[in-house]
Every structure is written in structure tokens, then in C-alpha cells.
């Protein structure tokens, strides 16, 4: 038998080093390479557990041919949605057709931090899976099969969750609590599901590997053999993945770069608040995000967004805080950006940013000191934005630069008045796109006014029911609004 061989892999991009290095070659990283075992007798089938696979896919090798004579299937990909919405916006697909969820064959990765909902959502979208409801019309008869498989609770305990939950009565829904990769297979070969569920990758282990569970040999090699099930079966598999102190995905990158899409579970535990939102997607966009609350019983959609609007406080006014109607993928979601003022030192004033562009702040404030006539050269300025969104676009200027202006003078926008609109470094405002979009989520969730740019003599501006525009051109005119 071979020797097993001592290799080092970095965490930070993957890569392979035949000795120890302080800092890895390719990625520039230090600290990063961690020592494993390769079993040099593994290489000849590096997908042995799954033989049972390959018995059905044999003689059916593909061959190379010219792109020319590949054969576009018109049909479109049909989909396994969860019913749960904002998950299946997030998984991506078809917007026009409202043709989301989940790809036969696909891998996904979820990852979040400790006790954030990610075993919750996933075992309420296993039980939507399971039940006929989430099939197609012409498919309603026929019920989906989950296999749920639990490698850190017992199968006692994911019923008491399921429960909890709402989903005990799915037939369809199968609960395994095992660790070993091998056990696993063999029950996906006597249960042919449509869809798996593993929480979590970091406990599955192959027992022909010198590696503890969790470690970079394992989680390559089970994650490599469960992508190779998916595709050679047609069968989805969504992964559970922890993440470090640093907030990302535990174990090598490769993880990331093995399965078709990567969520993740962004929000504070200690809050209701939870979005999903995907940073890879090869069958979607990565710019869609899904808003959930968790409640008693799961996690609940937002589909309004979370627009904590500053009407909700009623009539009263807030120094410091605007309303911008910010897109995220196809979606418009009402964000409420808040900014502080404090006494400060020359030379050594504080801007401090939470969810927003530390650059694109510092940006802001020397084009209120040029063009606003605010002197903050001594003023400590912070800016957040509220309910843990990030904010990146440049159509969120105006509502950042009236949010500052407004802590510095004690002055406010009425609750029912968003902003919205790019600024310059001139002091001018520019145009942005999807105004119509914009103005009608904003009409719709209540609001009566919005500041924003003139669009030029060649366009017109949008007419919405019961939205008054209020048109400015430069940021000394629009903080003249301010009451």
C-alpha cells in the first residue's frame, strides 16, 4: 500500500505546498497553510463511495465538438421552489415567468454565524420541498422527497424543530443524524430523493482518510464527492457551512469554488432581523437579497422590505436621519440612513461609517464643506445605515449628505419624504436609474414626497399617484429644505 504524504493547504485560497511556509506563494496570506494528509492510493478513483453512480452513467462519456453544433435546449430549467419567497428570489431564476427556487443538480453552500436561523429556514424550506404545494401545476400530484441529514443533533430533535415549525406532517421529508460520507451515500441510493439537506459539512467524514472531521483533507474531499453525486444523479444538495471569527466561510476557498451558488445568513442574532443574500450564484444574479424576521415559529418573509421609515415614529421629527429608496438586484427596499455630529478636534476629526462607503462618506463631507457652506473640519461625523443593509450605490448620496447636513443643524426632513440622487464633487445632482421604480415602492409603502435630481430637458419626470416630486439641481438647494 502507499504511504499516505504530508501536504500543506492554504485556507485563504486553496493552493498546495509540499512544505511549510510562513506566508503562501500564491495568495500572499501568512499564517495560513495547515498540515494534511494526502492517501497517494485515493487518487486512482478519487470518487469511490460513489461507484453506484458511475455503474448508471457508464458508456455515456461526453466528446468534444464544435460550439457551433451544440444543441441550445429550449425548454427552460425547471425548478424546485421552496415557497418560501424570498428564499427563491435569492436562489434566482426567471423573473419575468416568476420561475425561482432551487436547480435539479445544483450545490449550495449557506453559511452564517452560530444560532443566526440557518438550520430553522432550511428544515421550513425542506418541508416546503417535501409537500406537493411547491411543484409545478401540471405536477401537482407528485410529491418531492427530502432527505434532511443532521450532523451535529439527533433525529429527536430535528422532529421537536420540525414542529415547532409547522412541517412534522411531511410525508415526504426524511431525517437521517449520521457523520460518516459512506452511510450517507448508501441511504441516497435506497431513497433516490429529489433534494438533500447536510447540516453541517464541517461534521461529514470518510473513514479511509487520516484527517479528523472538519479538517482541509475532509472537507475537500466530501465536498468534491457530494458535487460529483449531484451532478451525476440530477439531484440538489444544499450545504451547511460554519464561518470564522472573521465572518467568512470555514475551510479552503475551494469549497466556494466547487459548488454552483454560496448564501449567506447576514444579521444579529440578538435582532429579528435576518437577510440572505447570495455572493455566488451560476443559475441567478448575486445582487438579489431575501429579508426575513425570526418569530416563535421560524422565520418569517418581509416582502415589504425593511423600511424602518421614519413616518413609523409618527409625525415627530428626527435630525439626522433620511429615507433613501435603495435597489438590491430587481428589488427596491427603503433604507433609512441616519447620521451623528459630535465635537471634534482640527486635524484629528473622526468619520466613522456603519453599512456605508468609508471613502464615499469622506467624499461627501469635503462637498458639504466646498459647496454646502458646513464647516465640519472639527465636527466627529459617524453614518449608518439602519437594519444592517450595506449600501453602496451612488443614488444614496443625497440622502446621506441631508442626513449629515441635518445632525449638524438640528434640522429634519418631514417623516413622509425620501431622497434620493448621486452627488458630485462639483456639488451638482445627477440622475439615477430606475426612478420609477424607486418613486413607486416609496408611494407604496406610504410615502408623499421625494427630493430628487433634475433629469435635463430631454427627459420628463415620472408621475406617480400620490408622490410629490420635489426637483432640486445642487446640494445648497436641497439642504434648504430641511425645517
Known amino acids: ?93 426567471t423573473t419575468g415567468d416568476a420561475v425561482h427556487g432551487l436547480v435539479p ?40 422527497k427530502v432527505l434532511y441529514v443532521s450532523s451535529e443533533e439527533s433525529a429527536e430533535q430535528i422532529q421537536l424543530r420540525a414542529e415547532r415549525l409547522g412541517v412534522a406532517e411531511s410525508d415526504g421529508l426524511l431525517v437521517l443524524a449520521d457523520t460518516n460520507l459512506a452511510r450517507i451515500i448508501e441511504q441516497v441510493r435506497k431513497t433516490k430523493p429529489d ?30 464527492e457530494l458535487v460529483y453525486l449531484a451532478k451525476a444523479t440530477g439531484i440538489a444538495i444544499v450545504l451547511v457551512g460554519h464561518v470564522t471569527k472573521e465572518g467568512t466561510l470555514a475551510g479552503p476557498r475551494l469549497l466556494e469554488h466547487l459548488v454552483d451558488a454560496v448564501l449567506y445568513f447576514e444579521g444579529d442574532r440578538y435582532h ?23 418569530t416563535g415559529k421560524g422565520l418569517q418573509e418581509l416582502p415589504g422590505g425593511m423600511s424602518v421609515a421614519a413616518m413609523h415614529s409618527g409625525d415627530e421629527h428626527r435630525p439626522g436621519a433620511v429615507v433613501c429608496p435603495a435597489m438590491h438586484g430587481s428589488r427596491c427596499v427603503c433604507v433609512e440612513l441616519q447620521a451623528l455630529t459630535a465635537t471634534g478636534f482640527v486635524g484629528s476629526a473622526k468619520r466613522k461609517s456603519s453599512g456605508l462607503d468609508s471613502n464615499r462618506l469622506a467624499m461627501l463631507i469635503a462637498v458639504l464643506e466646498q459647496h454646502g457652506g458646513l464647516r465640519l473640519a472639527d465636527r466627529d461625523v459617524f453614518a449608518s445605515a439602519v437594519g444592517g443593509l450595506r449600501i453602496i450605490e451612488p443614488a444614496s448620496d443625497l440622502a446621506l449628505t441631508l442626513a ?21 464633487l462639483g456639488g451638482e445632482l445627477r440622475p439615477v436609474g430606475q426612478l420609477e421604480q424607486r418613486l413607486r415602492e416609496s408611494a407604496r409603502l406610504g410615502y408623499t ?25 445642487n446640494v445648497s438647494r436641497a439642504i434648504e429644505g430641511l425645517m
Open 1 to 93: 500500500m502507499p504511504k499516505a504524504r504530508t501536504i500543506y493547504t492554504c485556507t485563504a485560497c486553496g493552493s498546495t505546498h509540499s512544505r511549510w511556509m510562513g506566508k503562501c506563494p500564491d495568495c500572499n496570506h501568512w499564517d495560513t497553510l495547515e498540515e494534511s494528509r494526502l492517501d497517494t492510493s485515493m487518487t486512482k478513483d478519487p470518487h469511490r463511495g460513489a461507484s453506484w453512480v458511475e455503474s448508471k452513467n457508464a458508456g455515456s462519456a461526453p466528446s468534444a465538438i464544435p460550439i457551433t453544433e451544440v444543441v441550445h435546449n429550449a425548454t427552460p430549467t425547471h425548478r424546485l421552489p421552496s415557497g418560501i419567497n424570498e428564499l427563491d428570489r435569492v436562489l434566482g431564476g
Open 105 to 144: 443538480g445544483s450545490v449550495v453552500l449557506v453559511g452564517g454565524e452560530p444560532g443566526i436561523g440557518k438550520s430553522t429556514l432550511l428544515l421550513q424550506a425542506a418541508g416546503a420541498w417535501a409537500s406537493p404545494v411547491s411543484m409545478d401545476a401540471g405536477k401537482a400530484d407528485w410529491t418531492s
Open 195 to 224: 433534494v438533500i439537506v447536510i447540516d453541517s459539512i464541517q461534521m461529514i467524514y470518510k473513514a479511509d482518510l487520516d484527517a479528523a472531521p472538519g479538517s482541509v483533507t475532509q472537507l475537500r474531499r466530501c465536498c468534491s
Open 272 to 294: 429579528s432581523a435576518r437577510i440572505v443574500r447570495a455572493i455566488k450564484n451560476r443559475f441567478g444574479t448575486t445582487l438579489e437579497l431575501g429579508i426575513f424576521e425570526m
Open 404 to 424: 449629515i447636513a441635518g445632525a449638524h443643524y438640528k434640522r429634519s426632513l418631514p417623516p413622509t419624504t425620501v431622497a434620493l440622487g448621486e452627488i458630485g
Open 449 to 473: 414626497h421625494a427630493i430628487v435630481p433634475d433629469l435635463g430637458k430631454h427627459h420628463k419626470q415620472p408621475k406617480i399617484e400620490g408622490m410629490e416630486l420635489i426637483v432640486v439641481r
